[in-house]
Structure formats: C-alpha cells, structure tokens
C-alpha cells in the first residue's frame, strides 16, 4: 500500500503538467513524511513549476528536510540556473547557492557554481554580488585552490591581467597547501 502511494506520487512529480496536481501530491509527501530527497528533486524540477512555486516548496522543504539543506539549495540553485532565460533566475540561483554556502561552509562546490553565473560580457549587478559572495564565503572553503584557479580564469576572461595573476598565484599557493 505504502510502496503504491509512493509510486503514484513519484509518477505524478515526472509527468503532471498540472501545478494543481503537483500541489496536492506534494502535500501528500510531506503529510506521509516521506524524506526522499531524490523524490522531491525530481519534483522541483518538474517544468510546470513557476519561479514563485519551485520557491515556495524549496522553502517548505528546507523546513522539513533540515539535514538536507546542502542538497535541496544545490538542487534548486541549479534549477535556476539552468532555466536561465531571466535575470531573475539567475538572482535565485545566486540565492541559493548563498543558502548552501551557510549551510556548509566549507563547501567549494557552491562558489564554483557562482562563478559560472558570472556575466563576462555584461557588466549586471548579480557580478558584483557574485565576486562579493566569494570574498565573505572563501575564508571557510577547504579546497580554496578550485576556487581560485576558477577566478584567475575569470578575470583573465574580462581582461584584468592583475587580478588573474593573482588568484593564479593564491590558487597555487593553496594547492600546494592542500597537498600537504
């Protein structure tokens, strides 16, 4: 009985086009306590989700998953960033991959992820964020070489030669660093 019920909610979250039906199925997954992480990660990426839905059941989800924040701020950041037709959708990738930095502090990971969302072409608002993000979140990164050489390849990429040496030169400080 319980396995049919999971079955049925699992098939709904791949194939409903309906934000009704999805609604009601996901009410029922947390009414039933179901803690499936894959289940839900399947369901916020179900297509038929607004902006403004995948970020309520994010927030709902964090709520009652809080061991899985890392997880769920991952998913949802790339989420966004893969539906990224918007600004907007780039803020809320930007927005929470800044939840799974404070979640796990000493992930690398996240800060990555930013950095791919930086706009090397256009000079928007979300690049100054980004860039300031990594200054208040590296202090606590374990493996700061990734992040570093990422940045060195940044501001190569936008012409600051300055800034590229030296995040070439911290990035290969930090790796030799991380070796030991």
Excluded: C
Excluded at 29 to 58: R, W
Excluded at 121 to 140: G, T, V
């Amino acid at each position: 009985m319980q396995n049919d019920i999971y079955k049925k909610i699992e098939w709904t979250f791949r194939n409903s086009n309906s934000p009704d039906e999805l609604f009601d199925r996901f009410s029922d997954a947390v009414k039933l306590g179901i803690n499936d992480l894959s289940l839900y990660k399947i369901f916020l990426a179900n297509p038929a989700l607004s902006i403004d839905e995948i970020k309520m059941f994010t927030g709902k989800l964090l709520k009652e998953m809080p061991d899985e924040q890392f997880q769920l701020s991952m998913w949802a950041a790339r989420i966004f960033e893969n539906r990224q037709v918007s600004y907007e959708f780039i803020e809320n990738a930007i927005h929470y991959y800044e939840i799974a930095m404070k979640s796990n502090p000493s992930s690398h990971e996240p800060l990555l992820e930013m950095i791919k969302l930086y706009n090397s072409d256009m000079d928007l608002p979300n690049n100054k964020k980004i860039l300031e993000l990594i200054d208040a979140f590296i202090p606590s990164v374990n493996i700061k070489s990734k992040v570093y050489f990422s940045l060195a390849e940044l501001y190569k990429k936008i012409n600051d030669l300055n800034n590229a040496s030296r995040y070439l030169a911290l990035a290969n400080k930090a790796a030799e660093r991380e070796r030991s």
